[in-house]
């Protein structure tokens, strides 16, 4: 079965850090990608979203993910992280022969201190 | 738009007893997805909905669960009999699409489920 995997279950970061947020997914077809962060005790939002064309991706609040394909990655960045950035990351992977279904890794726990 | 709203967004259930999470999409989205977060499991998907239709329902544990979609804007996931391991986050999602390539998936608020 296809899966998701998040390296890093907890990161703890000054302000001011560069962020990055490892993803790897196990399938090597056609996959749409994305990153969600949920707040402490809020829902899951998102954060941006990989479909086709430039691998880079621009999202919210500052934060930008790289598509590489010949290593089935989708990692997370953020040059400069903020206080408010203290939440759980999720990456999450639409497979070409699973329909609709996003799957989701695990998780990472970010903590920021200020 | 409101969003996907679930209800209630706490409940706490004595084992044993009857439990039915609701929850309504974002209007003109057609699928429709439950899931479910703890701790130890993180975020699992148990059912997924497309155009009213249960495509997807490997991800529900035991034949304790059930859930439907009775029409477009609403779905419900019941649990019967309720047991503490059931205790959990239970999300529910809804994008548009007819497959691979949906939209993103926009979540509602959750229902904290505790069983005692």
């Known amino acids: 079965a296809q899966s998701v995997s998040q390296h890093n279950h907890h990161v703890i970061l000054s302000e001011a850090a560069s962020l990055e947020l490892g993803c790897n997914y196990s399938?090597?077809?056609?996959?749409?990608l994305f990153w969600y962060v949920q707040y402490p005790g809020q829902h899951l939002q998102l954060l941006l979203k990989y479909f086709s064309g430039d691998p880079l991706v621009k999202g919210i609040k500052g934060f930008e993910a790289e598509f590489i394909k010949s290593k089935f990655s989708f990692n997370l960045r953020k040059p400069s992280v903020q206080w408010s950035d203290t939440a759980e990351y999720f990456c999450?992977?639409?497979?070409?022969?699973?329909?609709?279904?996003?799957?989701f890794g695990q998780g990472t726990e970010l903590s920021v201190k200020p | 738009d409101a969003g996907v709203i679930q209800s209630p967004r706490h409940e706490v259930t004595e084992m044993g007893q009857e439990v039915t999470l609701r929850c309504k999409p974002i209007?003109?989205?057609?699928?429709l997805f439950w899931y479910r977060q703890t701790m130890m499991r993180g975020l699992e998907l148990l059912i997924y909905?497309?155009?009213?239709?249960?495509?997807?329902d490997s991800g529900m544990p035991e034949d304790r669960f059930s859930a439907k979609m009775p029409n477009a804007s609403f779905s419900t996931l019941k649990i019967q009999p309720s047991e503490p391991r059931d205790s959990a986050v239970y999300f529910c999602?809804?994008?548009f699409g007819t497959g691979f390539g949906n939209t993103e998936a926009f979540f509602g608020q959750g229902t904290r489920l505790t069983v005692v």
């Open positions: 909905f497309n155009n009213n239709v249960p495509i997807d």
């Open positions: 399938y090597g077809g056609t996959v749409n």
């Open positions: 999450a992977v639409n497979f070409y022969n699973q329909g609709g279904k996003l799957i």
């Open positions: 209007s003109g989205h057609n699928s």
């Open positions: 999602a809804s994008s």
